[in-house]
């Protein structure tokens, strides 16, 4: 528990630097709009590498989840389109699930970790400071919790506003 800490102190130390890159926008923050519905923050930490911190909720009938993670993400321009870039990346994610109504899982247990690909469109709005994104997140889930193996059917349409 004590190394989730300290990585998400990490994450949470780069979010507040102030370092000034040649990218549309520098950081931005709003909703993803998926499996799981999740408030994002993104910020660039060089030209074209980018962090992006979430937190969601999912919730179901006879069980629900809670989650937090970041996704690491290399962005490459896609020529003759402004403001479109193309990215690729992994994170991690820790997922705390609550089941309702009796609804058991048998050992499940409440706590499961994802480790997660990335890869998606991104696409700054010129002249207002509105950023989209489209991306696709295949997760290996470990640990307890619900969910455990695969799971390629995640991903989200993000709109996030940008702050420069």
Do not use: C
């Amino acid at each position: 528990m004590k190394k989730l800490f300290f990585l998400f102190a990490f994450l949470g130390a780069v979010l507040f630097s102030n370092a000034i890159h040649a990218q549309s926008y520098n950081s931005a923050i709003g909703l993803r709009l998926g499996v799981p519905l999740s408030v994002s923050y993104k910020t660039f930490l060089s030209e074209s590498n980018a962090l992006e911190l979430f937190a969601g909720f999912r919730g179901y009938t006879g069980y629900s989840w809670v989650n937090v993670g970041a996704l690491y993400q290399i962005h490459k321009p896609i020529n003759g389109v402004d403001n479109l870039q193309w990215y690729f990346g992994g994170g991690a994610s820790a997922f705390f699930y609550n089941y309702n109504n009796g609804f058991n899982f048998g050992d499940s247990g409440s706590f499961g970790i994802g480790i997660m690909g990335n890869l998606g469109l991104d696409y700054k709005f010129p002249n207002t400071p509105i950023n989209i994104s489209a991306d696709w997140v295949p997760t290996i889930y470990i640990g307890s919790g619900y969910l455990s193996g695969f799971g390629g059917g995640y991903g989200a349409l993000a709109v996030r506003y940008t702050l420069n």
